[in-house]
Each structure stands twice: as C-alpha cells, then as structure tokens.
C-alpha cells in the first residue's frame, strides 16, 4: 500500500504562492509509468484536477491552472510538491496528492488576508 502525505502551511495571503509538499512511502515517484498527482475540492463544490508530474519527470496541468502551477520532485526524498501562485480565495480548497489510487488525507488550505 502507497502512503501519501500533505504538507504545508494551512492559510496563505492572497497574490502568494501556494506550496505544499507530499510525502510518499510504500512506493517509489520514480516507478515506471506511476503519475503523482494533484487534486483540490473547494468547499461545496466538486474535485478539480490540477496536475501531476510522471515518473518521468514530466509535468502536465490542468489547462485552466497551467500559467499559475509548477510542480516538481525531489526523487531523494520521494516527494512532490505543488506551486501554485497569484493565490485569491478562489483557491481556497482541500488539497489531495494521489497517484491515482491511493490518497493522502488531504490539507486544507485557505487564501484569506
């Protein structure tokens, strides 16, 4: 079973750059044809796709969050993280790295001055 963690700051400023990290363990990032993703649920409302980085080391992203999401790796540490900049609280939302099967708990993050 993969093991997957969220982590980061749960309150950032609106313009700031979002960051969160996760954490996996039970498999590796660099497992062939594995993709690490990125997903968030704003309150109410359903789950978004926002990315993901294969093991590859290629990254895609949802065309709608494209110009404002980097994500990227650290395979020495088996983790991932996510940048997503130009915040508002629109972005307010639960976050969740998943490689498609097993998901973290998810973090929630709100954008609020």
């Known amino acids: 079973q993969v093991q997957l963690q969220e982590s980061g700051p749960g309150l950032v400023k609106p313009s700031q750059t979002l960051s969160l990290t996760c954490t996996v363990s039970?498999?590796?990032?660099?497992?062939?044809?594995?993709?690490w993703n990125w997903i968030r649920q704003p309150p109410g409302k359903g789950l978004e796709w926002i990315g993901n980085?294969?093991?590859?080391?290629?990254?895609y992203y949802s065309p709608s969050l494209k110009s404002r999401t980097s994500i990227s790796r650290d395979t020495s540490k088996n983790q991932f993280t996510l940048q997503l900049s130009s915040v508002t609280p629109e972005d307010t939302a639960v976050y969740y790295c998943?490689?498609?099967?097993?998901w973290g708990q998810g973090t929630q993050v709100t954008v609020s001055s």
């Open positions: 998943s490689n498609g099967i097993d």
């Open positions: 039970g498999g590796s990032i660099t497992t062939i044809s594995s993709a």
């Open positions: 980085i294969a093991y590859s080391g290629s990254s």
